[in-house]
């Protein structure tokens, strides 16, 4: 398996979209610490915790690196080559999803110092408030938002390995994902078991509103649905031909 991840991993460094995909994600982490910076708080707590909460741009990011890391070998045709030499399709499967989850966890450990640094230079030329988070808030926040990440970039794939489609599999994760599903969880009977509600609660675990579960089901739920995704990946593509 570690030298299929290897295999993998030299693959997807050698993708130019996957590098700009990346940029594109550390672009949203500033993004997000800005408008957590600038929106209108009731205190300094208040405006630190929005700040520190993941980017929802950047979790859509990730998202997509896991739909491109499986779905692209696919256009390529590169796919028949990486069957050959490794006809156990669970292995490479599980590969892809280490890979996807390894660079969502990168981008998921920058976010907290990214946060802090942009609210050091907000602060630094005059912007309003202060910084009010311990270590341990800080912390919290963070691997939140890498479960959060790590879980989405699984399913991505998951999504890339059985749309076989970069351009379908981006589509499925937009408007299945971030539109129909959080439609869906504004369903009082769903909202507690939807996908997007479980990533919200992870990025913003200070989140208490009664649609949303709390942090601990959530991650229950996000190791739950990327699993059954990848299972299901996983059994379908051992079943198709190449």
Do not use: C
Not at 39 to 51: F, I, K, M, V, Y
């Amino acid at each position: 398996m570690g030298r299929q991840v290897a295999a993998e991993w030299i693959k997807a460094r050698s993708l130019r979209s996957i590098w700009m995909l990346i940029g594109i994600a550390i672009i949203g982490l500033i993004v997000g610490a800005l408008t957590g910076l600038i929106n209108p708080h009731d205190s300094a707590r208040e405006q630190t915790l929005n700040t520190l909460s993941g980017s929802s741009l950047t979790l859509l990011v990730v998202t997509v690196i896991g739909v491109f890391l499986a779905a692209s070998e696919y256009g390529s045709k590169a796919i028949v080559s990486t069957y050959t030499v490794t006809p156990d399709r669970r292995r490479v499967v599980l590969a892809k999803a280490i890979v996807a989850a390894a660079i969502a966890v990168v981008v998921g450990v920058l976010s907290v110092p990214v946060a802090r640094l942009v609210a050091a230079v907000f602060f630094g030329v005059g912007g309003a408030g202060e910084w009010d988070a311990s270590f341990g808030t800080a912390f919290h926040y963070g691997y939140g938002t890498i479960l959060a990440f790590a879980g989405f970039a699984v399913i991505g794939l998951a999504i890339g390995v059985l749309s076989r489609s970069v351009a379908i599999g981006v589509a499925i994760v937009f408007f299945g994902i971030f539109i129909i599903d959080g439609l869906l969880g504004s369903v009082s009977v769903y909202s507690e078991y939807s996908v997007t509600s479980a990533a919200t609660a992870l990025l913003d675990p200070d989140v208490h509103q009664s649609r949303f579960p709390r942090f601990g089901p959530a991650v229950a739920l996000m190791f739950l649905y990327a699993g059954i995704l990848t299972w299901l990946a996983v059994v379908v593509e051992r079943r198709r031909d190449v």
